[in-house]
């Protein structure tokens, strides 16, 4: 009689302490796979992040924050030596790599259209179409500039963001249904 005894009460030990296992292998599987599309501009992505880091131990979630962190190298380099924001893109940031290519293809195109209008004016003398050049040529150097600081900037916005998702999860008294004080994983998002 004792044996069934003992075995029925070890069940009810060990299988939730299993289950529970489980669950944080899967949270920790699902955030793995929600980082690698993650978009820095969705806020419901970064707060399904924080609900699923609450149940992960501090190490999983250093991990993960680790693995998910990106780097600004490459996409400067990239910015540097090809310009159009195709470091930008490379990175993950299209807005920062749609404003550079917007506004480096606009620049080039009033490079050109100034060059086209190109000519002297035979009556004063004066070169006509170099105000256009001018201003394309401002264009293209403010744009570069741009591309050269926005990975930098885009790195340090998404690693904050991910790194508030999910590093601010702590432990914090609640009243649950029978109005019994008990203690409940609370993420903390900042807008």
Excluded: W
Excluded at 48 to 69: P, Y
């Amino acid at each position: 009689m004792k044996i069934p005894i003992l075995f029925t009460m070890l069940l009810f030990v060990f299988v939730p302490a299993l289950s529970a296992e489980n669950s944080d292998s899967e949270n920790f599987y699902q955030l793995g796979i929600l980082m690698q599309d993650l978009d820095v501009e969705d806020q419901a992505q970064f707060m399904q992040i924080n609900e699923l880091a609450a149940s992960l131990t501090s190490m999983q979630r250093m991990v993960l924050l680790e693995s998910g962190k990106k780097s600004s190298g490459l996409p400067f380099v990239l910015n540097l030596i090809l310009g159009l924001g195709i470091g930008s893109y490379v990175q993950g940031d299209t807005k920062g790599g749609t404003t550079a290519l917007v506004g480096e293809l606009t620049s080039l195109a009033l490079i050109f259209a100034g060059a086209g209008q190109a000519s002297i004016n035979p009556y004063t003398g004066e070169v006509e179409g170099t105000e256009l050049m001018a201003l394309g040529y401002l264009g293209v150097i403010g744009f570069r500039l741009y591309e050269l600081i926005r990975p930098f900037s885009f790195t340090k916005e998404y690693n904050a963001k991910l790194s508030n998702a999910l590093m601010n999860v702590s432990l914090s008294p609640v009243l649950d249904e029978q109005q019994e004080m008990k203690m409940e994983f609370a993420a903390n998002i900042s807008f």
